[in-house]
Structure formats: C-alpha cells, structure tokens
C-alpha cells in the first residue's frame, strides 16, 4: 500500500516538472531539459507512459547539432533561476542550447523505451524509434570523431559538465591546470538554491567558466577545441556508457534487420570495449581513466571506476576484485555507492560528486554487477537505494555516511530511479520469498 503511494508520488513528480513534452532536472536550479537526466527520466516515463517517455527523448533531439552533437543543456524556454545561460554559450543552433554535452544514456533510454512501447501497443513505436535510432547513431558518429580523434577507443570529455560528475575529484589534478581567469562575469545562481556547501566552490566555477569561454572563443569547433582543450580526458565511464549504448543500439538494429547500421555500430563497440578493457588496473581493483594533456593515469577512487561494468564482460579475477573492493567503499555507510571512496582524502559526504549517492549512478552499477554475475551485490545496490529514497524522499543526491537526503528536492531522474528500481526491488523480494 505505501509503495503504491511512492510510486504515484514518484510519477506525480515527474508531471510537476513536465514543461510541455520535456522535463526539468528540477524546479528553479536546473529549469532547463539536461541531457542525460532526459534520458533516464524517459526511462521512467516508460514505466507507465510510453508515449510521453518517447516525448522526452524526441524533445531533446530538438537541440542535436548539425554534426551531431546532442547538447547538455537545450533552453527550450527562457529562466533567470540558472547561471551560465544561453547568453554565455553563444551557439548558434536553432534552440538555444549549450555547447558542450553530457553521457549519452540516449541509447540505452531508446531501447528501453521501445521495449516497453511495444509491450503497451502503443501505435506508431516502429517510426518513433526509427527516428530516434538515426538521431543516436548520428550522435554516437559524433562522439567517436570529435572526441576520439587518436583511435584510442576512449572519448574524451573537455569539461568536468560533460561527465556529469562535476566536481569529482576524477577532475582535481586536470582541471587545477585551468586558469580562473574569464571574460565572462560568474553571476552563480545555484547556491542561492541549494547549501553552498554542498556545491561545487567558486574557484570551481572560475574555471568552469574559463572553459567556457575557451570553446566559444573557438565558435564551438570541434577540432579547434580538440587543440587548445587545456582540460582533455579519455573518461571511463563516459565511453562504458557509450559502449553500452553502442550495444543497445545494436540489439536494436537487429530487431529491425538494420545490416548496414548494424555492422557499423559493431565496429564502433569493439573499437570502445577494447579502449575500456586496456584501462584496468589490477592493483587498485579498478579502472582508470587517462588525462591525455599530462599523460597521467587518473586514479582517483570514483564512482566512474565501476562504470565498465555496464559495457564489458569481466573474467573471474576482475569479479572478485571488483566485488570486494565495491564492499570495501560500503563500510560503515549507511547507504552506498559513494560517489568518491570514503577512505579517499577527497571524500566530503555531502560535497555533490565528492561523496554523496547517487541514485542513477546506482541504477547503471547495478545493471554492470548483474551483467557480470554479481547479483546479489547488483540487489543490494538497489535495495539500499530504493530505501534512502523512502526514507529522505525524491532528493537530488543522499549522504553516505547517514542516508540524509541532500542537493535540490523532487528531483525528476530519482523520481524515475524509484520507479524502474522500485520494480526490481520487489521483484527479487518476491522471488526470494518463493
Ligand atoms: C550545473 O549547472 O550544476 C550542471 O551540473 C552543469 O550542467
């Protein structure tokens, strides 16, 4: 009975931040559509709607650029509530929209979507997905030329917002390279919303913006940018999260009989998992991604180090080692996974990307875990995450170390996390019961 009410508090969220066919991460703090939070978000509208879920992902490829770029912010209608605005972006797409994107979860939403569309009859699921696939496939091309240049089979982000991991400590080292200089004036709104101290500090900021300004003083070049980039890193869990979509795309292409784009997106998935194979280190139990400006290897303990799991298949050695270390990071927390490793010198509980939970983070380890074998790790994931959300509510991010809810309120992309991840919880408690 409570769960129903969950659920329905869940959805009703999601109809409260509904702005005409797309959502808003959040009210005021983010009153835009976001890339990745779009994707999952759709993830969740396909749980009782596959029609507006299809909206959500059709709505974000009104702002896909020319080349194929799908952008991290589209600014589908104006807001005073959020800083850097369309203003300091300067692109000239049809939309206002950013210029930098964010994880393409695009793919994985597609195939999610379609599935559960053709389960629901919905008319029409064959062409909406049809439209959609291009828009991907157009976007995955992207991805692999203006940020894999070297053939490396690892993208790289330009800017700590194109991860969505803002200010992880993954970024520390690289982005303490980047001048707090900028031309643009810094009018931050964000922490007239939410707890300065749980938001990235000003002189994050400052460099944020000096990238900024970088990029659009090279007009939003892709190659121009790739050569003066002073921030530059082949990400891990940006490329495992392409992989993984390069993959569903591909079951897709199947379904469809699609050869051509088939093969191309296969092509596309060896090249990405044999990069994110290549970045395993078996002393720290992780992997790691690659700064290509200092050549150095990123080892900051982060969430992103469990990323591949989405995307590869690991050998027994890589399972265990993985698996305790993922239990090591869940001592004495009340809730996991952390964001960055509590036994890290960088680890701040309620710091954004430098502690707290974060719901969608665990929906995708958990996919990684049970793809690999990891079951009951994968479930206690997402049973732990499916509580601390009963318990604090729809809330942005959630401190480790006590559970308390944190960051912005009746967020859209936790609303949904409830929603797909709720299913599962009951589902292996049902079947644990039989
Ligand atoms: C922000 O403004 O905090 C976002 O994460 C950037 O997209």
Redesign the pocket.
């Given at each position: 009975m409570i769960k129903l009410d969950r659920d329905e508090a869940a959805r009703a969220i999601l109809a409260r931040n509904d702005r005409g066919g797309y959502t808003v991460p959040t009210d005021r703090l983010y009153p835009f559509q976001?890339n990745w939070d779009s994707a999952f978000v759709a993830m969740g509208f396909a749980t009782f709607d596959a029609d507006r879920a299809y909206r959500e992902l059709e709505r974000l490829i009104e702002g896909q650029w020319d080349d194929g770029m799908i952008p991290?912010?589209v600014f589908h209608a104006p807001s005073d509530t959020y800083f850097p605005g369309p203003e300091v972006w300067g692109t000239r797409h049809r939309i206002a929209t950013s210029g930098i994107t964010q994880p393409p979860v695009f793919g994985m939403a597609l195939r999610h979507v379609h599935e559960a569309a053709v389960e629901a009859g919905l008319p029409n699921a064959a062409e909406r997905t049809r439209n959609l696939f291009q828009a991907a496939l157009r976007s995955h091309r992207w991805w692999l030329r203006a940020r894999d240049p070297d053939g490396l089979g690892l993208v790289a982000i330009l800017h700590p917002?194109e991860s969505g991991s803002?200010n992880s400590p993954a970024w520390d080292a690289a982005l303490a390279r980047v001048p707090t200089s900028t031309t643009t004036a810094i009018r931050r709104k964000?922490t007239g919303h939410v707890d300065a101290a749980m938001r990235p500090r000003d002189e994050d900021y400052q460099r944020f913006i000096h990238l900024v300004d970088t990029y659009r003083e090279c007009g939003w070049d892709p190659q121009r940018q790739w050569a003066v980039a002073p921030f530059k890193i082949a990400d891990v869990q940006m490329t495992a999260i392409l992989a993984r979509a390069t993959a569903d795309l591909i079951h897709l292409a199947e379904d469809f009989g699609w050869e051509a784009e088939r093969a191309e997106l296969s092509e596309m998935h060896d090249r990405l998992t044999a990069g994110l194979a290549r970045r395993w280190r078996s002393h720290l139990s992780r992997f790691v991604s690659l700064d290509l400006v200092s050549g150095e290897n990123v080892e900051a303990p982060t969430q992103a180090c469990f990323m591949p799991l989405v995307a590869l298949r690991i050998d027994d050695a890589q399972r265990q080692a993985v698996q305790s270390e993922i239990e090591r990071w869940h001592e004495g927390m009340v809730v996991g996974l952390p964001s960055t490793a509590p036994f890290s010198p960088a680890f701040e509980p309620k710091r954004y990307w430098r502690g707290p939970v974060w719901a969608v983070v665990n929906w995708l380890i958990a996919d990684g875990l049970r793809m690999n074998g990891l079951e009951n790790l994968a479930q206690r994931i997402e049973q732990t995450t499916v509580r601390a959300i009963e318990r604090a509510g729809f809330c942005e991010y959630f401190d480790p170390t006590t559970g308390e809810g944190l960051g912005g309120d009746t967020f859209s992309w936790t609303a949904a996390a409830y929603l797909v991840l709720g299913r599962r919880a009951k589902a292996s408690a049902s079947g644990a019961r039989r």
């Open positions: 976001w991290h912010i917002w803002d964000d």
